[in-house]
């Protein structure tokens, strides 16, 4: 046996404490010791991140249960604030340990985010923590409660996307009001819960010494290698390179489908009336598919993906009393990547498996490592691994289609990878304005949604459906439970498009370099990891133009 039992119950602070206690009384004399507490203390981490995995999966899972919405509270009014006690005492032991510069290079990115978490920590921040976190599972319990009657039949928001894609505009139209509508009726409940995260998020920066709560995430995500300034630079090279691109693309859809104005309804049926893309029926459908399409490419990554199905790591249906959403969650003491998606029969949802496929197989390359800090990479490369891979699978999409259908949804992925800029752009620059001014009013709020509609959105009209638009932020989960998490898609978006570069030149070589930099886990900083993977690491219009020019190019020649 290790330092703990491998079969410790990493959700029971009972049974936790003593190792923890033992962190923090052993003695440590030199170097040597200090790397054995390094490596104890990550193999208890590993145990009680998985502890808390398997919680938030059951928990997201199945929101309407008493009994495991109960087991996920008490992890997180009994325990993590608990974890979050011993978390400073342990960073402290490290960095102030007279032998922590005697440590290998191999630990400089450990010490390095340690120093900034001693920095930003408060112990009376830990229940503002915990009441975010509470605030953050309401959230989840309205959405995952949010039925709608469509149809003769009762529905989850996520099934109700196929309808958007229908070709009868009245279809279209109906399933949008009444999505829009059963999200309204919770409106005043989820505005009721941001408000009350945006002053518990402020006072958590005031208590840290921070003016506001952007720079104080800008610490906690330990985002060494980027700044606010070039966040805010990034928003523009969006607005001056995608939108003219985005424009035309709408104003095209407009003409061909015969219409003098674009209305919400409107942006997700087919241009030339063609029925909705039907990439698979059922679930094991959609897992079937993925793993020929993974074979395709190579036999490792199908390899991998059939661990998936094969550890019961997949829960892809969409279900009443289930979370909107999805995501990976790595549960590190298995070494094994879980998958949680809502899927409905859509392109989008193959689009949103292979996203999370491609995180999978980074947790998968990265596994060998031996620190948990090493395996959790920074959260926008770890976002070049998912938005490659959608781009790289582009040529195995006929295992779902005809030609002509894989056509199409190639076609529509682009476009819509112009179109997700702006929406990312949309999504940072709100929330910096929501942090820098957190005494603003909810009309204050509103007018500055509609405002960011009208830099980065599409040409519609929204006549009528004010009352919907004004309110339409609270459907993006990311704002409620992982604030400031969302540039880093469009970080990502820019090395993924590099990659893809690369695979459209040479298939191997592209995947060599994907393998080989996922492989690196956060050994070295976001910087770092983006030059050894052969990408450029930059938020100007000439970066941004490069590489929304190669799809504007490539659209060209795939047939509408």
């Not at 007279?98 to 191999?106: G, I």
């Not at 958590?204 to 906690?220: K, L, S």
């Not at 932020?473 to 090395?495: C, E, K, M, S, T």
């Not at 770092?528 to 504007?552: C, M, P, Q, T, W």
Request: hydrophobic residues 35%.
């Amino acid at each position: 046996m290790g330092f703990m039992p491998d079969d410790l119950d990493g959700s029971s602070w009972i049974e936790i404490e003593p190792y923890m206690n033992d962190l923090r009384d052993r003695k440590l004399s030199c170097s040597s010791c200090l790397e054995t507490f390094i490596h104890d203390r990550s193999a208890l981490s590993e145990i009680i991140s998985e502890a808390r995995a398997r919680l938030y999966i059951n928990m997201t899972c199945h929101t309407d249960n008493e009994e495991i919405q109960k087991a996920w509270m008490n992890f997180v009014e009994n325990v993590q604030p608990k974890l979050s006690e011993y978390s400073d005492i342990l960073n402290k032991r490290i960095v102030q340990h007279p032998s922590v510069d005697e440590l290998p290079e191999r630990y400089d990115i450990l010490i390095k985010g340690l120093k900034t978490d001693i920095e930003i920590f408060r112990e009376e921040n830990i229940p503002l923590q915990t009441r975010v976190t509470k605030l953050d599972t309401k959230y989840d319990e309205i959405c995952g409660a949010q039925i709608i009657e469509f149809d003769g039949e009762k529905k989850t928001i996520p099934q109700m996307a196929i309808y958007l894609e229908n070709t009868d505009r009245s279809v279209r139209e109906a399933a949008w009001r009444a999505v829009a509508q059963r999200r309204f009726e919770d409106s005043e409940k989820l505005s009721e819960i941001f408000d009350e995260m945006i002053q518990i998020r402020h006072q958590i920066a005031t208590n840290a010494g921070f003016d506001g709560f952007q720079q104080y995430m800008f610490a906690a995500m330990h985002r060494f290698d980027y700044t606010i300034e070039d966040c805010l630079e990034f928003h523009n090279s969006i607005e001056v390179v995608c939108q003219p691109l985005r424009h035309k693309t709408d104003v095209e859809r407009m003409q061909e489908l015969q219409l003098e104005a674009l209305r919400p309804w409107d942006m997700g049926v087919d241009v030339k009336g063609r029925t909705p893309l039907k990439p698979f029926i059922g679930v094991q459908d959609l897992v079937d598919g993925c793993s020929r399409m993974f074979h395709s490419m190579s036999e490792e990554l199908g390899t991998l993906f059939d661990k998936l199905d094969a550890n019961d790591c997949l829960d892809l249906d969409s279900r009443p009393g289930k979370a909107p959403g999805g995501y990976q969650y790595y549960l590190q003491k298995s070494r094994m990547p879980f998958i949680f998606m809502n899927a409905a029969g859509t392109q989008r949802n193959v689009e949103t498996m292979i996203h999370e496929a491609g995180h999978a197989f980074h947790s998968f390359y990265s596994g060998h490592l031996d620190l948990i800090h090493e395996r959790n990479s920074p959260i926008e490369f770890a976002e070049v691994a998912s938005m490659s891979m959608e781009l790289l699978t582009h040529p195995q999409w006929d295992e779902f289609y005809s030609k002509e259908d894989a056509n199409r949804a190639r076609r529509n992925h682009l476009e819509d990878i112009i179109a997700f800029m702006p929406w990312c752009a949309t999504i940072d620059a709100f929330q910096h304005w929501i942090y820098a001014n957190p005494n603003h009013s909810r009309e204050e709020r509103e007018q500055k949604w509609l405002q960011l509609g009208e830099r980065f959105g599409a040409k519609l009209d929204h006549s009528g459906l004010e009352n919907y638009r004004k309110l339409s932020w609270q459907r993006q989960g990311h704002l409620f439970g992982v604030p400031f998490y969302y540039v880093d898609y469009g970080i990502a978006q820019l090395g993924a498009l590099q990659m893809w570069q690369y695979h459209r030149n040479d298939a191997a070589t592209a995947l060599t370099k994907y393998k080989s930099g996922l492989s690196l886990g956060y050994t070295m900083g976001l910087a770092d990891l983006f030059k050894a993977s052969d990408l450029s690491l930059s938020f100007s219009e000439e970066h941004v133009r490069n590489l929304i020019g190669e799809i504007e190019t490539t659209l060209e020649t795939i047939p509408i």
